[in-house]
């Protein structure tokens, strides 16, 4: 198949772009690598293209050379945790390229698969369910759901195929650490493996849902077939981990004592993420925590 990857040279989407080449299909990669980085395809980059690209910006149609598609995942967004810092660009990176993607959809006849974000979700009632109320807490939330939306009208007005999954908080190797990007999994092992203190916000008794990427590639492929539910889908393993209990995994496998600095709590920060997966998704619950470490070289 021909497939577009939005994001692909990012941390979810290189593990995907491998993943669809080994399967033989034929795959073009988008990202501007403001995340992204051209080191994550190193394993891939002679068998695909890529096209450094910023997708807030539209796509003439007219031109498109690269012809028919059968699939584009949508992965490229901008950061939840800077939502509220800059939320132009949010809305920008997280509804205006889902619109560009939608008319290249509608021109090249291609079915979407959307990464979404289970934070939408109305997490005051426990378990969350696919039927759970929508309750954005962050304009990125708000940004996700909008795109959600304008895919379900699309599908209604000119029958274009989707998916939606809405993603757990995800870790594995090529995640990285930034300014404006902090999944708690990789900072904890960077800064703990050099003796640094992490911070914990909060009160570190919030709790997340750690799903490998592995997993989230598994659940992406069969998103791309023709007998996958609309969605929204959840994609979690269904198990409940605290920060302050994370903390403390990660500091026993690296066999360290150090006392984390405490942090006030984040704007739109979610008290606990507890999920009952669709009974579509195919969730193996990895622990990938000694993977992750091994890519580092750490143990």
């Given at each position: 198949?021909k497939?577009?990857?939005?994001g692909g040279?990012?941390?979810?989407?290189?593990?995907l772009?491998d993943?669809?080449?080994s399967?033989?299909h034929?795959v073009?990669?988008?990202?501007?690598?403001s995340n992204g980085?051209l080191?994550n395809?190193?394993?891939?980059?002679?068998k695909i293209?890529?096209?450094?690209?910023?997708?807030?910006?539209?796509i003439?149609v007219?031109n498109w050379?690269?012809?028919k598609?059968?699939?584009?995942?949508?992965?490229?967004c901008f950061p939840?945790?800077?939502?509220?810092?800059d939320?132009?660009?949010?809305l920008d990176?997280n509804v205006?390229s889902m619109i560009?993607m939608?008319?290249?959809?509608r021109?090249?006849k291609?079915?979407?698969?959307?990464?979404?974000n289970?934070?939408?979700?109305?997490?005051s009632k426990l378990?969350?369910?696919?039927?759970?109320?929508?309750n954005?807490?962050?304009?990125?939330?708000l940004?996700?759901?909008?795109s959600?939306k304008?895919?379900k009208?699309?599908?209604?007005?000119?029958?274009?195929?989707y998916t939606?999954?809405?993603f757990?908080t995800?870790?594995g190797p090529?995640?990285?650490?930034g300014?404006n990007?902090?999944p708690v999994?990789?900072?904890?092992i960077?800064?703990?493996?050099k003796?640094?203190?992490p911070?914990?916000?909060?009160d570190?008794?919030?709790?997340r849902d750690?799903?490998?990427?592995?997993?989230?590639?598994?659940?992406?492929l069969l998103?791309?077939?023709?007998?996958?539910?609309?969605?929204p889908?959840?994609l979690?393993?269904g198990t409940e981990t605290?920060?302050?209990?994370?903390?403390?995994i990660?500091?026993?496998?690296?066999?360290?004592s150090?006392?984390?600095?405490?942090?006030?709590?984040a704007?739109?920060?979610?008290?606990?993420?507890k999920y009952?997966n669709h009974?579509?998704?195919?969730?193996?619950?990895?622990?990938g925590i000694d993977k992750?470490l091994?890519?580092?070289?750490?143990?």
């Open positions: 198949m497939i577009l990857i939005t040279a990012g941390f979810i989407g290189s593990h772009t993943k669809l080449v399967l033989g034929d073009h990669v988008f990202d501007d690598l980085s080191m395809l190193e394993q891939s980059m002679d293209g890529f096209t450094e690209y910023d997708v807030t910006k539209p003439n007219n050379k690269w012809g598609l059968d699939m584009i995942y949508h992965l490229a939840r945790s800077q939502s509220f810092n939320p132009q660009r949010c990176v205006k560009n939608i008319e290249l959809a021109a090249t291609a079915k979407i698969i959307f990464s979404s289970s934070g939408i979700y109305d997490t378990p969350i369910t696919e039927k759970s109320p929508d954005p807490k962050t304009p990125y939330d940004n996700k759901l909008t959600e304008y895919l009208l699309y599908n209604e007005a000119y029958n274009i195929p939606i999954f809405r757990a995800v870790y090529r995640q990285k650490t300014e990007w902090k999994i990789i900072e904890f960077e800064k703990l493996s003796g640094i203190a911070t914990i916000y909060w570190g008794e919030q709790t750690f799903i490998y990427v592995s997993d989230i590639v598994d659940n992406l998103g791309g077939t023709n007998y996958a539910p609309k969605g889908i959840i979690a393993t605290s920060i302050n209990q994370l903390y403390k990660i500091s026993n496998k690296l066999g360290v150090i006392a984390p600095i405490k942090g006030e709590k704007l739109g920060d979610i008290q606990r993420m009952i009974k579509y998704a195919r969730i193996s619950v990895r622990m992750i091994k890519e580092m070289n750490i143990i």
